[in-house]
């Protein structure tokens, strides 16, 4: 055991960063991003340390380090990751260097990184905390940040824009508040000790059925509108097309993620009564939204909007998967939250690319791009190619696993899920359709070349959309074991079970007869 | 050597690789020998593969290698691995050696192309692909390589970008391919439901124990994919518009390879078939109705490469037939015969094409035979075989394959046997049309419309033979095409294709009761209908010189079906996504989420008397607040 506080520093890091950028006069904007770049990439390195330290075997929390903070009312700094953790960790590590270097910024650079960095460490306190007045602490912490780069470095709409998100998401929190603290003290009065301990409160658990439902609710509405769930997910584009390219990276490739990690983290942990019995509700949520978001998208007519949408789709799968309580769809929904971190973070560089050269994101005043950006175009082939779910690339991975997950569990959901598919090809062809091929006329054809900056910015996204998608095994195994803990977790509180063809290694004896019944584990 | 199968598709991705980084670099037209040579290499390879399986007992040449771990999450284990067994080499054989004859073909056709390299680029990832989908051990990785082709296949489609038509064209043939894909993607679910593994050996070694409600249900769900990949009905819309892609694209991706890939599924699931006899009628009725309706249409277009599209959707449904009547054997053999005269007939048109300056309408050709030597000779050597006279390898295959349709059902033959007619006069037409009778591409020289052109520059206004890369491809193809029914002819001592593939089919195989007599009897019956088509076609455009006979408006719009997706599907979906985003979610959802906002505005303002600026009276409410909360949970919990 090593007893270096990687988890602490790599919080703290980001947030030390923040500090020491408003101490750089704003004049010197290469220093202030150069600082900046400096403390992201430091962390960067500390959640590598943290993947190096980390026990793939595992499924408990690791590298724990826990501190008493406000003893009389049992609130400690926790930390500590699983394998559920460790993969947003590390995508969080990587896009916010990507996020503070990789776009233009137009207007006082000091502010941005600032923010930025501020953001970044609320973002990994949020995967990390594991104390429940810690994790409410980073939510919020979060929501500032992204409160003020939306307002204050986005497109026109931005104000009305950030304050949507605001609202938004501050209702959720309230409730979540209301229902953090009901739950310690009911915890409390049952057990006797005052604790915001997740695990304790995990652990022994007392909640009367209905009260846990309801617990859940204010837990999930929080977490609904994150995501967002359907429906409520109409701040997401708002808030998605007026961002600053590197806000919106950050938006789709982390906080989305803060949503879908809190239901399997608090959601399934704290209530898994509620969460089975309330699983075909937000299935069925799920798959509206991959239906739903992807219809929506295929006739938006600016390119970011679009993309927007595509996340409302593809968080839908997500959902999908961890309310499909199957090992294959959980770790399908985790490595999806990466996969699509990945991808759309992709996307909405590119885009915000094809904003600083042409001025608009509208495709109808696009297209024949590929002529004059090959190579541009071959990059945005690829990542959208990803983001449709080709084998291959890493967003297959994740969502078959999310769906055949889902399908042995909840077999019709997965089907009408898996016709998502289908649209998720309509939209994002016909858009690169409209933007890259025909002739190109005016400033279309004269689209400069990716850039060599640009070129370095893309290149570690587009590697880890080819290696997730050809060699998942190293990020699997490390997330198995975790999510094989968690669906015990949850049978040994409820009469759910998950079916033996998901949860058994099989090696080549299956009986076929024994399986025949695929529903036999769904509740109820 | 059968341990390093892998070898096969990792020669092309190598290819794939070295001209992603140095395609450019390499050029016009060493990028393309670099492709032409990986593919060749693989060829050996697989040659080399075939003849040590050949070596083995017929009881042990399947032989499973897995070479790492893809997807193993719990009870899902997903390994990358290969099959050699003598399915998937022999497909892999003729996927290779056709696709390096292709290949070469390329290099002199695509010569002086703008996209010269990422042409190869597409076409060695093509390669890879479609030989990790039939040297796959499991359906997931089938389906990588399922999926891989269908991309390299839209990108191959929508090539030449800045046409209007073809990106279009690339984009229908993806989608329309996703709907199969759903029917793959949740057969594969099911299937791991039923039997915990996607390896086929498994899931194929269990078919018997499984109900036949439950096996039925993946067929069909396999089927459905099937119908996507090889365009057959409803869902066929796609490939002749695919016709837009380069021409040996068409050869390689929409005659011989990629399009037979739903065949193959359906045969490699033999044991499963067996197991769902009512899903094995209906993919022989799918397959035959589509032979004919798709026969039909041929019979009208003037396009050379649409006639030659809408034949290969029918000749699929032929290998569809058979595999509906358990003919597992006649479906392969089909499959090969028709590469080779269907990827012959591709490269002839593309060759006619590269003559006139990329002109595709027929009724502008005529009297190629004296300009174009070795294009026409080679070109009815392939017309002969595929409009079933013998002794070409097109009459045994498709005999084959109509004995056994007689054996499940007169109407199946009896359709067959009409769509042969068909074949046989819409591939004489244009035969009499390309290289017979006038030339009329004097008056469309002289008229002055020259097509849009794209491949090679010439100056001049005269057809003129292709070059030796082009050229070669088609002489040996022709050889093939002549003697390729030579693998499995009906003779005693005569069926090694029948033997070598038996292991592989035995489980599924239908026996065929036919007398001797019935089946001289049969032949002569497909034999008349062939040369009563021909007769006809040359009564009408060598006799007559009539070019515009015979050709039906509904014939000639393809029996209206594309305006009817397009009314039917297209505008109403559209409709419905303009609804969900402009309607539902503008007014509706965020309608709401904005009026309880203005409903809060409007409150708050009333509400402003409240809003002393007193932080002491706010902490008052808040703490007073979250009191009652709580106490309302605490008594309501603990009681």
Partial sequence: MDDFPYLTTLVMLPAVGAAAVTLVPGSREKAVKAVGLLFALAAAVVAVAVLIEFDTGRGSFQLVSEHSWIKAWGISWKLGVDGISLFLVLLSALLFPIAIAGPEVHRDPKGYVAWMLLLEAGCLGVFLALDLFLFFLFWEVVLVPMYFLIGGWGYERRVYAALKFFLYTMLGSALMLVAILALVFLHQSATDTLTFDLVALGRDQSLAENTARWLFLAFAASFAIKVPVFPLHTWLPDAHTEAPTGGSVILAGVLLKLGTYGFVRFGLYLFPEAVVDLAPLFLTLGVIGIIYGALVAIVQHDLKRLVAYSSVAHLGFIVLGIFGLSSQGLQGGVLQMVNHGISTGALFLLVGMIYERRHTREIAELGGIQKAAPVFAGVFMVVMLSSIGLPGLNGFVGEFLVLVGTFVTHRWWAVVATAGVILAAIYLLWAYQRVFHGQAEGANATFPEMTMREKVVMAPLVVLIVFLGVYPKPVLDRIGPSVSDLVRHVEERTDYRQPPVAAEPTHGSHDPALATEPAAGEHE | ?639
């Fill in chain 2, 1 to 639: 050597m059968l341990d390093a199968v892998w070898l096969i598709p990792a020669l092309p991705l190598a290819g794939f690789l070295i001209l992603l980084v140095a395609g450019r670099r390499l050029g016009d037209p060493l990028a393309g020998w670099l492709a032409t040579t990986m593919v060749g290499a693989a060829f050996v390879a697989t040659v080399l593969v075939f003849f040590e399986l050949l070596g083995e007992d017929a009881e042990h040449r399947s032989v499973v290698h897995h070479l790492f771990e893809w997807i193993p999450v719990g009870g899902l284990q997903v390994e990358v691995g290969f099959l050699a067994d003598p399915l998937s080499v022999t497909m892999a054989l003729f996927v290779t050696g056709v696709g390096t004859l292709i290949h070469l073909y390329s290099i002199g056709y695509m010569h002086g192309d703008e996209g010269y390299h990422r042409y190869f680029v597409y076409l060695n990832l093509f390669a890879f692909s479609m030989l990790v989908l039939v040297l796959s051990s499991s359906f997931l990785f089938t389906f990588l390589g399922w999926e891989g082709v269908g991309a390299c296949s839209y990108l191959l489609i929508s090539f030449w970008f800045e046409r209007r038509a073809a990106p279009a064209a690339g984009q229908k043939a993806f989608v329309t391919n996703r709907v199969g894909d759903f029917g793959f993607m949740v057969a594969m679910f099911l299937i791991f439901a039923t039997f915990g593994t996607l390896e086929y050996t498994e899931v194929l070694e269990g078919a018997g124990l499984v109900p036949e409600v439950t096996v039925t249900a993946i067929v069909l769900l396999l089927f459905l994919g099937a119908i996507g990949k090889s365009a057959q009905l409803p869902l066929y819309v796609w490939l002749p518009d695919a016709m837009e892609g380069p021409t040996p694209v068409s050869a390689l991706i929409h005659a011989a390879t990629m399009v037979t890939a739903g065949v193959f599924l359906m045969v490699r699931v033999n044991p499963l078939l067996a197991e769902a006899p009512d899903a094995a009628t209906l993919i022989a009725w799918v397959g035959v109705a589509t032979a004919f309706f798709a026969a039909t249409i041929a019979c009208a277009q003037d396009d050379i490469k649409r006639v030659l599209a809408y034949s290969t959707i029918s000749q699929l449904g032929y290998m569809f037939l058979a595999v509906g009547a358990g003919a597992y054997v006649a479906a392969v053999f089909h499959m090969v015969t028709h590469a080779f005269f269907k990827a012959l007939l591709f490269l002839g048109a593309g060759s006619v094409m590269h003559g006139l300056h990329d002109e595709q309408d027929m009724k502008r050709m005529g009297g190629l035979k004296r300009w174009m030597p070795i294009t026409s000779a080679t070109f009815i050597v392939a017309w002969l075989a595929i409009a079933g006279v013998p002794p070409f390898s097109g009459f045994w295959s498709k005999d084959d394959i109509l004995l056994n349709a007689w054996d499940k059902s007169t109407a199946l033959w009896a359709l067959g046997l009409v769509t042969a007619l068909l074949t046989a006069y819409y591939m004489s037409r244009q035969v009499f049309l390309v290289f017979f009778g006038e030339e009329r591409w004097r008056w469309a020289a002289a008229a002055g419309s020259v097509p849009e052109r794209s491949g090679g520059a010439h100056g001049d206004f005269r057809p003129h033979e292709s070059p030796w890369t082009m050229a070669l491809p088609l002489v040996l193809l022709a050889a093939l095409s002549f003697v390729g029914g030579g693998i499995n002819l009906p003779f005693k001592g005569f069926h090694q294709l029948e033997g070598w593939l038996h292991p592989v089919v035995e489980h599924g195989l239908r026996e065929l009761h036919l007398s001797g007599e019935t089946k001289v009897g049969l032949a002569a019956a497909a034999i008349a209908a062939s040369l009563l088509g021909l007769a006809v076609a040359a009564v009408v455009f060598l006799v007559r010189r009539r070019q515009d006979a015979l050709q039906p408006a509904v014939l000639r719009k393809a029996w209206g079906v594309d305006a009817l997706y397009s009314a039917v599907i297209e505008t109403p979906g559209r409709l419905l996504s303009a609804f969900s985003a402009f309607v539902v979610d503008q007014k509706v959802i965020d309608g709401a989420v904005n009026g309880v906002a203005a409903l809060v505005r409007a409150g708050g303002s009333r509400l402003r008397a409240v809003q002393s600026g007193y932080v002491r009276n706010y902490a008052l409410a808040v703490a007073s607040g979250a009191a009652l909360v709580l106490g309302y949970v605490v008594v309501r919990g603990g009681g």
